[in-house]
Protein backbone atom coordinates (compact mmCIF):
# COMPACT_ATOMS: atom_id res chain seq x y z
CA UNK A 1 0.00 0.00 0.00
CA UNK A 2 1.31 3.57 -0.82
CA UNK A 3 2.30 5.32 2.04
CA UNK A 4 0.17 8.62 1.25
CA UNK A 5 -3.38 7.14 0.68
CA UNK A 6 -6.27 10.02 0.46
CA UNK A 7 -8.58 7.42 2.23
CA UNK A 8 -6.23 6.64 5.29
CA UNK A 9 -3.09 8.59 5.78
CA UNK A 10 -1.04 11.25 4.37
CA UNK A 11 2.72 12.45 4.71
CA UNK A 12 2.94 15.67 5.79
CA UNK A 13 5.04 16.23 2.31
CA UNK A 14 1.62 15.21 0.74
CA UNK A 15 -0.48 17.67 2.30
CA UNK A 16 1.69 20.40 2.16
CA UNK A 17 2.20 19.88 -1.86
CA UNK A 18 -1.94 20.13 -1.84
CA UNK A 19 -2.44 22.96 0.42
CA UNK A 20 -3.49 25.50 -2.17
CA UNK A 21 -5.87 22.82 -4.04
CA UNK A 22 -9.37 24.49 -4.10
CA UNK A 23 -11.23 20.96 -2.87
CA UNK A 24 -8.80 20.48 -0.11
CA UNK A 25 -10.40 21.18 3.35
CA UNK A 26 -8.20 20.86 7.03
CA UNK A 27 -9.70 20.17 9.86
CA UNK A 28 -7.93 20.41 13.17
CA UNK A 29 -9.08 18.16 15.55
CA UNK A 30 -7.07 17.68 18.14
CA UNK A 31 -8.66 16.89 22.00
CA UNK A 32 -7.33 16.83 25.24
CA UNK A 33 -7.92 15.13 28.46
CA UNK A 34 -9.07 17.06 31.18
CA UNK A 35 -6.16 16.58 32.93
CA UNK A 36 -4.05 17.50 30.59
CA UNK A 37 -4.53 21.11 31.21
CA UNK A 38 -4.42 21.95 27.29
CA UNK A 39 -6.85 23.90 25.62
CA UNK A 40 -7.43 22.48 22.34
CA UNK A 41 -9.20 25.33 20.64
CA UNK A 42 -6.64 27.92 22.47
CA UNK A 43 -3.82 26.03 20.81
CA UNK A 44 -5.57 26.42 17.40
CA UNK A 45 -6.36 30.21 17.86
CA UNK A 46 -2.61 30.46 18.16
CA UNK A 47 -1.52 28.32 15.38
CA UNK A 48 -2.63 25.67 12.97
CA UNK A 49 -2.24 24.46 9.34
CA UNK A 50 -3.62 27.14 6.86
CA UNK A 51 -7.04 27.10 6.29
CA UNK A 52 -7.55 24.67 8.51
CA UNK A 53 -11.43 24.70 10.37
CA UNK A 54 -11.59 23.63 14.62
CA UNK A 55 -13.51 20.40 14.49
CA UNK A 56 -15.10 20.54 18.39
CA UNK A 57 -15.13 16.40 19.37
CA UNK A 58 -16.86 17.44 22.29
CA UNK A 59 -19.79 19.62 20.56
CA UNK A 60 -20.28 17.85 18.19
CA UNK A 61 -21.21 14.52 19.11
CA UNK A 62 -24.28 13.07 20.80
CA UNK A 63 -25.83 15.22 23.49
CA UNK A 64 -28.80 13.46 24.15
CA UNK A 65 -26.47 10.55 25.44
CA UNK A 66 -24.69 10.62 28.78
CA UNK A 67 -21.40 9.53 27.63
CA UNK A 68 -18.54 11.38 26.51
CA UNK A 69 -18.42 12.57 22.80
CA UNK A 70 -20.61 9.45 21.66
CA UNK A 71 -20.90 10.02 17.58
CA UNK A 72 -23.64 12.69 16.39
CA UNK A 73 -27.00 12.43 15.13
CA UNK A 74 -26.04 12.14 10.91
CA UNK A 75 -28.55 15.57 10.82
CA UNK A 76 -26.61 17.36 13.16
CA UNK A 77 -23.06 16.30 11.30
CA UNK A 78 -24.53 17.59 8.58
CA UNK A 79 -25.61 20.38 9.86
CA UNK A 80 -21.83 21.66 11.25
CA UNK A 81 -19.96 20.11 8.29
CA UNK A 82 -22.37 22.77 6.16
CA UNK A 83 -21.63 25.61 8.55
CA UNK A 84 -17.87 24.60 8.25
CA UNK A 85 -18.16 24.85 4.94
CA UNK A 86 -17.34 21.20 3.97
CA UNK A 87 -19.39 19.55 1.37
CA UNK A 88 -19.86 16.42 -0.82
CA UNK A 89 -16.62 16.31 -3.35
CA UNK A 90 -13.55 17.65 -0.75
CA UNK A 91 -10.86 15.63 0.13
CA UNK A 92 -10.49 16.46 3.90
CA UNK A 93 -7.38 16.04 5.75
CA UNK A 94 -7.46 15.67 9.70
CA UNK A 95 -4.88 16.73 12.33
CA UNK A 96 -4.20 16.91 16.00
CA UNK A 97 -1.64 18.12 18.34
CA UNK A 98 -0.54 14.76 19.60
CA UNK A 99 0.90 13.48 16.28
CA UNK A 100 -2.28 10.58 16.05
CA UNK A 101 -4.41 10.42 18.46
CA UNK A 102 -8.21 12.24 18.16
CA UNK A 103 -7.80 12.83 14.53
CA UNK A 104 -8.45 9.05 13.78
CA UNK A 105 -11.46 9.49 15.87
CA UNK A 106 -12.50 12.33 13.54
CA UNK A 107 -11.71 10.22 10.62
CA UNK A 108 -13.69 7.32 11.77
CA UNK A 109 -16.71 9.69 12.23
CA UNK A 110 -16.76 10.77 8.64
CA UNK A 111 -15.98 6.97 7.50
CA UNK A 112 -19.70 6.22 9.88
CA UNK A 113 -21.50 9.05 7.62
CA UNK A 114 -20.32 7.90 4.64
CA UNK A 115 -18.01 10.26 3.70
CA UNK A 116 -14.29 8.21 2.37
CA UNK A 117 -12.46 10.87 0.96
CA UNK A 118 -10.70 11.69 4.39
CA UNK A 119 -7.36 10.91 5.69
CA UNK A 120 -5.63 11.61 9.03
CA UNK A 121 -1.84 13.24 8.69
CA UNK A 122 0.84 11.37 9.76
CA UNK A 123 2.42 12.74 12.79
CA UNK A 124 -0.10 15.47 13.15
CA UNK A 125 1.25 18.86 13.98
CA UNK A 126 3.87 18.42 16.05
CA UNK A 127 5.98 16.52 12.98
CA UNK A 128 4.02 19.61 10.61
CA UNK A 129 5.59 22.22 13.19
CA UNK A 130 9.20 20.51 13.39
CA UNK A 131 9.61 20.20 9.77
CA UNK A 132 9.02 24.01 9.84
CA UNK A 133 6.07 24.18 7.36
CA UNK A 134 3.92 27.02 7.27
CA UNK A 135 0.70 27.82 10.08
CA UNK A 136 -1.03 30.57 10.54
CA UNK A 137 -3.51 31.95 13.59
CA UNK A 138 -6.21 33.64 11.46
CA UNK A 139 -9.16 31.71 11.45
CA UNK A 140 -10.78 30.48 8.11
CA UNK A 141 -12.92 32.48 5.44
CA UNK A 142 -16.24 29.60 5.92
CA UNK A 143 -19.13 29.65 3.38
CA UNK A 144 -21.93 26.82 3.61
CA UNK A 145 -21.22 24.11 1.09
CA UNK A 146 -23.97 21.08 0.67
CA UNK A 147 -23.00 17.28 1.94
CA UNK A 148 -24.60 14.47 2.06
CA UNK A 149 -24.32 11.19 4.03
CA UNK A 150 -25.48 7.75 4.81
CA UNK A 151 -24.81 6.47 8.12
CA UNK A 152 -22.93 2.86 7.87
CA UNK A 153 -24.51 1.19 10.63
CA UNK A 154 -21.97 -1.35 10.65
CA UNK A 155 -18.94 0.55 11.80
CA UNK A 156 -20.43 1.39 15.39
CA UNK A 157 -21.10 -1.05 17.87
CA UNK A 158 -23.43 -0.77 21.14
CA UNK A 159 -22.89 -2.45 24.20
CA UNK A 160 -25.71 -5.27 23.52
CA UNK A 161 -23.91 -6.10 20.37
CA UNK A 162 -20.57 -6.10 21.99
CA UNK A 163 -21.21 -8.35 25.06
CA UNK A 164 -23.27 -10.72 22.15
CA UNK A 165 -19.82 -10.70 20.79
CA UNK A 166 -17.80 -11.11 23.90
CA UNK A 167 -19.76 -14.47 24.48
CA UNK A 168 -20.15 -15.78 21.58
CA UNK A 169 -16.25 -15.22 20.48
CA UNK A 170 -17.11 -14.39 16.99
CA UNK A 171 -15.52 -11.17 17.00
CA UNK A 172 -11.77 -10.27 18.08
CA UNK A 173 -12.29 -7.12 20.58
CA UNK A 174 -9.36 -5.20 20.54
CA UNK A 175 -8.76 -2.90 23.46
CA UNK A 176 -6.40 0.53 22.80
CA UNK A 177 -5.92 0.89 26.22
CA UNK A 178 -2.77 0.54 28.18
CA UNK A 179 -1.64 -2.56 29.69
CA UNK A 180 -2.45 -1.73 33.41
CA UNK A 181 -5.95 0.07 32.93
CA UNK A 182 -6.55 -3.39 30.41
CA UNK A 183 -5.42 -5.35 33.55
CA UNK A 184 -7.42 -3.78 36.35
CA UNK A 185 -3.91 -2.55 37.67
CA UNK A 186 -4.39 0.93 37.42
CA UNK A 187 -7.62 3.01 38.57
CA UNK A 188 -9.35 4.45 35.17
CA UNK A 189 -8.85 8.21 34.83
CA UNK A 190 -12.84 9.01 34.61
CA UNK A 191 -14.53 8.79 38.49
CA UNK A 192 -17.09 5.86 38.91
CA UNK A 193 -15.47 3.33 36.82
CA UNK A 194 -14.62 -0.37 37.35
CA UNK A 195 -11.22 -1.70 36.23
CA UNK A 196 -11.01 -4.39 34.32
CA UNK A 197 -11.77 -5.26 30.53
CA UNK A 198 -14.52 -6.83 28.00
CA UNK A 199 -13.99 -10.50 28.67
CA UNK A 200 -12.46 -12.45 25.53
CA UNK A 201 -10.85 -8.91 24.46
CA UNK A 202 -7.52 -8.85 23.30
CA UNK A 203 -5.28 -5.46 24.53
CA UNK A 204 -3.13 -3.47 21.80
CA UNK A 205 -2.53 -0.48 23.25
CA UNK A 206 -2.58 2.27 20.01
CA UNK A 207 0.82 3.41 21.10
CA UNK A 208 2.16 0.11 20.10
CA UNK A 209 1.00 1.22 16.49
CA UNK A 210 2.99 4.37 16.48
CA UNK A 211 6.53 5.25 15.75
CA UNK A 212 8.72 7.42 18.01
CA UNK A 213 7.59 10.75 16.28
CA UNK A 214 3.78 10.30 16.21
CA UNK A 215 3.65 8.54 12.82
CA UNK A 216 1.62 5.34 12.22
CA UNK A 217 3.95 2.03 11.27
CA UNK A 218 3.93 0.81 8.06
CA UNK A 219 1.20 -1.94 7.26
CA UNK A 220 3.74 -4.81 7.56
CA UNK A 221 4.53 -3.78 11.21
CA UNK A 222 0.90 -2.89 11.99
CA UNK A 223 0.34 -6.68 11.09
CA UNK A 224 2.75 -7.72 13.24
CA UNK A 225 1.84 -5.61 16.43
CA UNK A 226 -1.43 -7.47 15.97
CA UNK A 227 -0.27 -11.14 15.88
CA UNK A 228 2.23 -10.06 18.93
CA UNK A 229 -1.42 -9.14 20.55
CA UNK A 230 -3.00 -12.25 19.77
CA UNK A 231 -5.62 -11.19 17.24
CA UNK A 232 -7.27 -13.54 14.85
CA UNK A 233 -7.79 -10.73 11.67
CA UNK A 234 -9.91 -13.76 10.09
CA UNK A 235 -12.60 -12.60 12.22
CA UNK A 236 -14.42 -9.56 12.22
CA UNK A 237 -13.09 -7.32 14.47
CA UNK A 238 -14.95 -4.73 17.48
CA UNK A 239 -12.19 -1.71 18.53
CA UNK A 240 -12.64 -0.57 21.86
CA UNK A 241 -10.47 2.13 24.24
CA UNK A 242 -11.89 4.50 27.24
CA UNK A 243 -14.22 6.82 25.01
CA UNK A 244 -13.98 5.35 22.17
CA UNK A 245 -11.19 7.88 21.11
CA UNK A 246 -7.68 5.62 20.55
CA UNK A 247 -10.37 3.15 19.65
CA UNK A 248 -9.95 4.91 16.23
CA UNK A 249 -6.09 4.69 15.83
CA UNK A 250 -6.84 0.95 15.95
CA UNK A 251 -9.48 1.04 13.27
CA UNK A 252 -7.40 2.82 11.22
CA UNK A 253 -4.61 0.95 11.38
CA UNK A 254 -6.92 -1.84 10.74
CA UNK A 255 -7.92 0.14 7.43
CA UNK A 256 -4.13 0.83 6.36
CA UNK A 257 -3.50 -3.06 6.60
CA UNK A 258 -6.78 -3.43 4.13
CA UNK A 259 -8.65 -5.61 6.85
CA UNK A 260 -12.15 -3.83 5.81
CA UNK A 261 -14.69 -5.51 8.21
CA UNK A 262 -14.20 -3.46 11.24
CA UNK A 263 -16.08 -1.33 14.19
CA UNK A 264 -15.83 0.88 17.04
CA UNK A 265 -17.51 0.22 20.23
CA UNK A 266 -18.77 3.95 21.00
CA UNK A 267 -19.44 3.68 24.07
CA UNK A 268 -16.18 2.04 25.22
CA UNK A 269 -15.03 2.01 29.18
CA UNK A 270 -17.18 4.66 29.69
CA UNK A 271 -20.03 2.32 29.58
CA UNK A 272 -19.18 -1.04 30.08
CA UNK A 273 -17.44 -0.08 33.37
CA UNK A 274 -20.24 1.63 34.83
CA UNK A 275 -22.50 -1.24 34.90
CA UNK A 276 -23.12 -3.65 37.63
CA UNK A 277 -24.64 -6.73 35.36
CA UNK A 278 -21.93 -6.96 32.49
CA UNK A 279 -19.05 -8.93 33.31
CA UNK A 280 -15.54 -7.89 34.09
CA UNK A 281 -12.01 -9.66 33.21
CA UNK A 282 -8.93 -9.00 35.04
CA UNK A 283 -5.51 -9.68 34.76
Request: charged share 25%.
Amino acid sequence: MARDDPKTLVSTGWLETHLKDPDLRILDASWHLPASARDARAEYEQAHIPGARFFDLDEISDHRSSLPHMAPPPEKFVSRMRAMGIGDGHQVVVYDGAGIYSAARVWWTFRLMGKTDVAVLDGGLPKWQAERRPTEDMPPVLRDRHITVQRQAQMVKDVTQVAAAAKLGDHEIIDARSRPRFRGEAEEPRPGLKSGHIPGSKNLPFTELLNDDGTMLPPEALSRAFAAAGVDLSKPAITTCGSGVTAAIVNLALERMGKRDHALYDGSWCEWGMYDDLRIARG
